[in-house]
């Protein structure tokens, strides 16, 4: 069933995603050949609006075929402004970025805004937590003063070095955890899961904005953590800030053990996440194309659509690569390797 709910969520984020390149191609009067959700064989097809739309074996990624994309041609994308190309180039963020504030804000005025702690479930042996003193059963209520609204904030210690002060409910009473953060470390060695305190319901408007501050707030930690994750991974190391197909499979199987809101909330993450990294500079995504397409506006035209061809082909040869280990990565983790 986890995989039913993963094939589904990121399903529906793809399609939104290329569905926002589809819309800004066509409202500027460029052609959309083909539309698909997934890559392989064809499952499914019909006909609409000039476009042929497709659902494809394996929805692991999508594709809008604009007309005028390929080098050399003078059509389509082609003849369209700067401004008119970096519109469809971001688009599928757009869209991306939309849905996630729009769902996080139906779930805070329908279901309210969880108030989660952190309940240690395990520590492991040897670890710089057991060395610090974590114990099965604490709650994590507050670090460096600051009191954490929700379980997933306990990875703040990781944003500077330096000594982290964590108090914790223990046996009803409070108990402070102190130890010193130098960034070498791998892990700080505590398996941890939301406990529910209680929602705090807001309306859909407060709840959108609210959605829009907290992602102004993440997107600098999202970005360093998976920079930082991703430096381990390349060298050999085992990383926790990032997860492939594999793992958002085990993590969509424990949203769906606790219930509809949880797996909404995980479609929200997802398309957030998938917003941010196609930004990211790097040939072949949207965030390649777009730093291109400026640096051409700026040198007037000087790097040749050959070019820029070869730089998406050997984008898409490294993120291939960057997906096999992120795979190696997940099963690590799920293993406890």
């Known amino acids: 069933m986890s995989i039913l709910w993963f094939l589904l969520i990121i399903s529906i984020s793809i399609f939104v995603h290329e569905l926002g390149h589809y819309l800004a191609a ?13 890559f392989g064989p064809t499952l499914l097809k019909f006909e609409r609006w000039g476009t042929t739309w497709r659902l494809n074996a394996i929805p692991l990624g999508g594709y809008a075929e604009i007309e005028g994309m390929m080098p050399g041609d003078t059509h389509g994308y082609a003849r369209l402004s700067s401004l008119g190309k970096f519109f469809i180039l971001v688009a599928g963020v757009v869209m991306n970025l939309l849905l996630a504030w729009g769902v996080l804000a139906a779930l805070s005025s329908i279901q309210g805004i969880p108030q989660t702690r952190a309940e240690v479930t395990e520590v492991l042996p040897g670890s710089l937590a057991e060395q610090a003193g974590f114990k099965v059963g604490d709650r994590i209520l507050r670090l460096n003063g600051e009191v954490l609204t929700s379980y997933d904030q306990v990875t703040r210690f990781r944003q500077s070095t330096g000594e982290k002060v964590f108090v914790v409910l223990r046996d ?6 102190r130890f010193n953060w130098d960034n070498t470390q791998t892990r700080l ?8 305190v209680g929602y705090t ?3 859909f408007f407060q709840g959108f904005a609210r959605a829009i501050g907290e ?28 997860a492939g197909p594999v793992g958002i499979v085990s993590i969509t199987g424990q949203a769906a053990q606790q219930g509809l ?3 909404v909330g995980l479609l929200a993450a997802i398309n957030l ?3 941010v990294f196609n930004l990211l500079p790097i040939p072949g995504l949207d965030g390649g194309r777009i730093l291109v397409l400026i640096a051409n506006a700026l040198s007037g035209g000087r790097i040749k659509p050959e070019t820029e061809a070869r730089l998406t082909y050997a ?3 490294f993120l291939i690569l960057l997906i096999v280990l992120v795979t190696i990565n997940d099963i690590r983790n799920l293993s406890g390797g």
């Not at 066509?26 to 997934?38: A, D, I, M, P, S």
């Not at 009803?172 to 955890?177: D, Q, R, Y």
């Open 172 to 177: 009803g009473a409070e108990v402070t955890i």
């Open 215 to 242: 992602t102004v707030v993440a997107v600098p930690r999202f970005v360093q953590e998976f920079v930082g994750s991703m430096a381990r991974i390349l060298s050999g190391q085992q990383a926790q800030g990032v």
């Open 189 to 196: 060695g505590i398996v941890y899961r939301a406990e529910l």
């Open 26 to 38: 066509r409202v500027q009067g460029v052609g959309v050949k083909n539309f698909g959700v997934g």
């Open 273 to 275: 996440s998938l917003a």
């Open 261 to 263: 809101g949880t797996l």
């Open 315 to 317: 984008g898409f040869v």
């Open 201 to 203: 319901r807001i309306n």
